[in-house]
T-cell receptor, first 114, second 114 residues
Framework: AQTVTQSQPEMSVQEAETVTLSCTYD???????LFWYKQPPSRQMILVIR??????QNATENRFSVNFQKAAKSFSLKISDSQLGDTAMYFC???????????FGAGTILRVKS | EAQVTQNPRYLITVTGKKLTVTCSQN?????MSWYRQDPGLGLRQIYY???????DKGDVPEGYKVSRKEKRNFPLILESPSPNQTSLYFC?????????????FGEGSWLTVV
């Protein structure tokens, strides 16, 4: 079974600074996808970024980028130029290549301070 | 507009009183699933459905039932709710269960069982 671990329950960052959220996972699969979801206070689930395991290049989406280390089974999210609207719970998630469910970590609460 | 709609959004009920949380999607998606979100545990899959009349258990199916009589609807049934089913519930859908398809989440349903 796959597991996803987010070791930072809470983090804070000053507006305009950079923050990195950590995620590690455990799997025996070779082909899979990894995701970061944002959950603001509204509780909506918003896809931030996704990474395909067979792609070596790290995914980027505007201010969001990942550091994917397949051998170490690590998938961290870097948020640059943090904004107040980035304040949210962030979930790391795993899905097998031909799977049918997302396996989520426990989440990291990020607070951006002005 | 592509939507996954859940009802009710908020509900307080009493132990043992049967309830149904409805989920409907307007994208002709084959794959639908239910998750529950609990503090420190992230989201966990309850049940999923690959298509009409095809359902299967996720990681935490105890105390829940589902049905998929129509493609657009996937209700979650709590036959005899208990306080440990107090949680935030999400319905999700995608075109198929394969990884490349975007997953759409509903807005969540807060359920409190007293």
């Amino acid at each position: 079974a796959q597991t996803v671990t987010q070791s930072q329950p809470e983090m804070s960052v000053q507006e305009a600074e950079t923050v990195t959220l950590s995620c590690t996972y455990d799997t025996s699969e070779n082909n899979y996808y990894l995701f970061w979801y944002k959950q603001p206070p509204s509780r909506q689930m918003i896809l931030v970024i996704r990474q395909e395991a067979y792609k070596q290049q790290n995914a980027t989406e505007n201010r969001f980028s990942v550091n994917f280390q397949k051998a170490a089974k690590s998938f961290s999210l870097k948020i640059s130029d943090s904004q107040l609207g980035d304040t949210a719970m962030y979930f790391c998630a795993f899905m097998k290549r031909y799977g049918n469910k997302l396996v989520f970590g426990a989440g990291t609460i990020l607070r951006v301070k002005s | 507009e592509a939507q996954v709609t859940q009802n009710p959004r908020y509900l307080i009920t009493v132990t043992g009183k049967k309830l149904t949380v409805t989920c409907s999607q307007n994208m002709n998606h084959e794959y639908m699933s239910w998750y529950r979100q609990d503090p420190g545990l992230g989201l966990r899959q309850i049940y999923y459905s690959m298509n009409v009349e095809v359902t299967d258990k996720g990681d935490v199916p105890e105390g829940y039932k589902v049905s998929r009589k129509e493609k657009r609807n996937f209700p979650l049934i709590l036959e005899s709710p208990s306080p440990n089913q107090t949680s935030l519930y999400f319905c999700a859908s995608s075109l198929t269960g394969k990884i490349g398809n975007t997953i759409y989440f509903g807005e969540g349903s807060w359920l409190t069982v007293v």
